[in-house]
């Protein structure tokens, strides 16, 4: 069974950093295309960042600005997000996602990815 699993979430202040970890299983990891994807009561899941299965290509929200790095290890199973200059605008429940379908493509829309975790919470204060 596909699982993932995030951690790392947390409450920090405006300018803060935080690195979330997407702990993977159940599938052959390196073979699919993973993204951090964030959802709000008010907003719609939007895409953070993905990457594809070894890393050549990325895709961020342009709302990132740099301030946040996607990575992969395929040899732990593990996707990660660094994020650093955290906003308050950056609050959000923050999900890890395995794209559908197996392979070097680079997906950047919610409806691509069909195995979900549970989600992180980050909350940025002023």
């Known amino acids: 069974q596909v699982q993932l699993v995030e951690s790392g979430g947390g409450s920090v202040q405006a300018g803060g950093s935080l690195r979330l970890s997407c702990a993977a299983s159940g599938f052959l990891f390196r073979n699919y295309c993973m993204g951090w994807f964030r959802q709000t009561p008010t907003k719609e899941r939007e895409v953070v960042a993905t990457i594809t299965t070894y890393g050549a290509a990325t895709d961020y929200a342009p709302s990132i600005k740099g301030r946040f790095t996607i990575s992969r290890d395929n040899a732990k199973n593990t996707l990660y997000l660094e994020m650093n200059s955290l906003e308050p605008e950056d609050t959000a429940m923050y999900y890890c996602?395995?794209?559908?379908?197996?392979?070097?493509?680079?997906?950047?829309?919610?409806?691509?990815?069909?195995?979900w975790g549970q989600g992180t919470q980050v909350t940025v204060s002023s």
């Open positions: 996602a395995a794209a559908r379908s197996s392979g070097g493509y680079l997906f950047t829309r919610p409806e691509d990815f069909g195995y």
